[in-house]
């Protein structure tokens, strides 16, 4: 439905239709509580003058609530060239009730249309769309990212998309320092120092996506608030959490979310800390190697949980773990699987993939609930997979865990 006026709420029900306010833009008015949780917004800006109706198309409930709902979608046409940290008021009611689901919020440019990033917040009785542009690293003036002349439109914050592009000067986050998104193209080189921090929250993408090089040695944290989009961490070059470096990383959503993707002909390199799902679900998978090496070296420590489906999962030239020989006589891995409640069904319903590459014999043994094998040695390249018991719900992010216990005889590879 397009146009502009004032419905008869009582009169109208929307069940799945796409409403778009006015004739580019326009003003669409209910005169009480309307449920759009199945509807398609249609959302235009047109200018900068900041007047709903006139400048970009609003929705308005004169008297009751507006409820959205997970199956509420935005679409999103920007006209004009606006300026970081614009907002436009999209829908006002009386009331605001549920949010729009990330996955389901898009946007385009046409004409002078500019905008690189939107971010949809509900203050009292409204629905509200920043904006933002992208900050792009020069170098300019040194290496420290928290430098404004070293970016083409400030320091990235919260609300903004940081490109660091392969120039003189690589940047270092010395501080704390935050960005909704981060590109490290290829050429490229980012440093996290030890004691600082890069937050990133509120991707529609993903947190990170590394074409170039990351270093880090303090602390990323992705995720920690709202989504961060399809990856937390997608990684086409050469990642290395360094001795002492963190990494954090929560609510990656949408089909196949992956909270850390290695993707084909990356390596990633662990010698610190990495939790995975610890505050809120990462999706299908915990940690997902696609035809790139993982290399999980002495000192290094994974803990997933929270994966709908795999805590780990390689796929085609390599084992996940590549760390050769392991640097203790006896190690702890922990596999987790589903953390809510319900049942397996099958053998394979909530697996686990691991393959294991003898050089010489070793013993392995597993440790649940119950054990579901008993010790025994390994054949070489053998898959095993783990899972609870098919008889107890998984309820709580530690009752679905499968403890894998390795001793180590002589060298091998996992």
């Known amino acids: 439905m397009k146009g502009a006026g004032t419905l008869v709420a009582a009169a109208f029900t929307h069940a799945g239709g796409q409403l778009a306010p006015g004739y580019s833009p326009g003003k669409m008015t209910f005169d009480a509580a309307e449920d759009f949780s199945n509807s398609i917004l249609a959302m235009e800006v047109a200018g900068g003058g900041g007047v ?53 919020i898009s946007f385009s440019n046409t004409g002078a249309g500019n905008v690189t990033s939107v971010i949809v917040s509900y203050p009292a009785g409204k629905v509200r769309v920043t904006v933002s542009t992208a900050s792009t690293w020069t170098g300019a003036t040194g290496t420290d990212w928290a430098t404004a002349t070293n ?53 529609l993408t993903q947190g990170i996506l590394n074409q170039g090089t990351v270093e880090n040695s303090g602390t990323l944290r992705i995720g920690q608030t709202i989504s961060t989009g399809l990856y937390g961490i997608l990684n086409q070059s050469v990642f290395n959490n360094n001795t002492g470096g963190q990494i954090r990383i929560d609510r990656s959503t949408g089909t196949n979310s992956v909270g850390l993707y290695n993707y084909i002909g990356g390596t990633f390199t662990n ?18 190697n696609n035809n790139a090496t993982f290399n999980n070296n002495t000192g290094g420590q994974i803990n997933i949980d929270r994966s709908t489906i795999y805590a780990l999962s390689t796929q085609a030239r390599s084992p996940i773990w590549q760390a050769s020989p392991l640097g203790q006589q006896r190690q702890v891995w922990e596999l987790t699987a589903f953390t809510t409640a319900k049942h397996s069904t099958t053998t394979r319903a909530v697996k686990s993939g691991l393959t294991v590459r003898r050089a010489a014999g070793f013993t392995i043994s597993v440790q649940a609930i119950s054990p579901m094998w008993p010790p025994s ?38």
Do not use: C, H
């Open 52 to 104: 709903g109706g006139a400048d970009f198309d609003q929705v308005v409930v004169t008297s009751g609530a507006a409820a959205l709902g997970a199956n509420t979608t935005l679409n999103l046409v920007f006209g004009y060239a606006t300026t970081e940290g614009a907002t436009f008021d999209i829908l006002m009611a009386t009331s605001i009730s549920g949010t729009i689901p990330l996955a389901k």
């Open 151 to 203: 970016w083409t439109n400030g320091v990235p914050d919260a609300t903004k998309i940081a490109i660091i592009p392969n120039v003189a000067n690589d940047p270092t986050i010395g501080s704390a320092a935050f960005a909704r998104t981060v590109t490290v193209q290829s050429g490229a080189v980012l440093s996290i120092a030890v004691a600082a921090t890069l937050t990133i929250d509120g991707s």
């Open 271 to 288: 010698i610190g800390s990495i939790t995975i799902g610890a505050s809120a679900s990462v999706g299908t998978y915990g940690v997902l």
């Open 377 to 414: 040695p390994l054949e070489l390249g053998e898959v095993w997979e783990f899972m609870a018991s098919p008889m107890r719900p998984y309820s709580t992010t530690r009752a679905g865990k499968s403890r894998l216990t390795v001793q180590l005889q002589s060298g091998f590879t996992i």
